[in-house]
């Protein structure tokens, strides 16, 4: 464990460790839809939706599937990366925006009653299904429909889940909202538990955008430590907390980039050195929810670039992910384009190896 993540090591006899797994593209965007989607290509289904279109979620008022975005902008690929694709549009993530108002107009307009609302919410709702009514191929009217309702009951439900008032400061500190560098990713954490805990399916928290991307072919040694630090306490707070109130047993939580990094220095690019992208050698964490604490499996050859002992490509990952969920990688399939399509496509070996 780095010295750049001295509060993630202390969290090190809970992980369980992937190494050498392998991505089919090099190129940032192709491979973060393959980490994500299981696809280099656009119109695949995310993990997530995958995830909530097999279980549902534990709470209607709140969306099964949540984004958690950086403030500081888009990720690479967009909202293709947390997308239905495939999968009815009721299954795609729902982006929260990262600061003091994560949903846009959540609250009620003033002079704008629950009762005139709800009868503005009735009539729409009469139209949409007068339209719909008829015609095929509604998924997307469908959807619409639900998302009306979702937004309305969230007005009553969601004020409270990001409000982080009532949180104590011990909590606070812990996941390391005294450290201005932390802070950011540090209220996507404490809101990523306090989603888990209210029943949200899946919950996908973001780090990295723009300048601030863990891309650092150049400058490694200025820009390593700011991106450990933004991610290191909250993220051991995360794991702390969730442990503390008895609910990593019941929660999987996954660490991931795109791809690996190689261990010689970028000099081609820039005069201050820095890594370059390895697409056969990322590693990958798991912790909670039916993993084997301090497990390890897999590793790189004596070089750190490829697998020492053959490819662990990422449909095994995502095979794992869905076995430790409690879902079967080929009954999780839906009918597109004449084929019935799978998170892991041909399949994928589920890692038993970290398995409790």
Known sequence: MSELLPHLATCADDLAFVHGVKVDNNNHGPAV???????????????GSWVTYGLGSENRDL?????????????IGGAGVWGNGFLPAAYQGSL???????????????GRS?????????????????????????????ARISA???????????????????ETAETRRLYGFDDPVAEPFAR???LARRMVERGVRFVMTLHGAGEDRWDDHGNIR????????????????LLKDLKARGLLDETLVVWASEMGRTPFDNNLVTQTPGRDHNQYGLAVWMAGGGVRPGATFGETDDFSVRGADGEIPVRDVHATILHLMGLDQYRLSA????????????GGRVIEEIVA
């Not at 929260?96 to 959540?106: A, S």
């Not at 009306?148 to 009532?166: I, K, N, T």
């Not at 009918?335 to 041909?346: E, P, Q, S, V, Y």
């Open 222 to 237: 200025g820009r390593l430590p700011k991106h450990c630090r933004e991610v290191d306490q909250p993220v051991a707070g």
């Open 63 to 75: 969306p099964g599937f949540v984004v958690l975005g950086d403030r500081r902008g888009a990720t």
């Open 188 to 190: 996507q954490c404490l």
């Open 96 to 110: 929260f925006r990262n600061g003091e108002t994560p949903i846009v107009d959540l609250r009620r307009p003033p």
């Open 114 to 142: 629950a009762s005139d609302q709800r009868a503005e919410l009735d009539l729409l709702g009469w139209l949409n299904r007068r339209h719909r009514d008829g015609r095929s191929d509604t998924g997307d009217l469908d």
């Open 33 to 47: 839809y393959h980490t994500l989607t299981g696809s280099q290509f656009p119109g695949s289904a995310s993990i």
């Open 148 to 166: 009306y309702e979702l937004a309305f009951r969230m007005q009553a439900r969601a004020p409270e889940l990001v409000d982080l008032s009532g």
């Open 335 to 346: 009918l597109h384009a004449g084929r019935f399509k799978r998170l892991t496509d041909i």
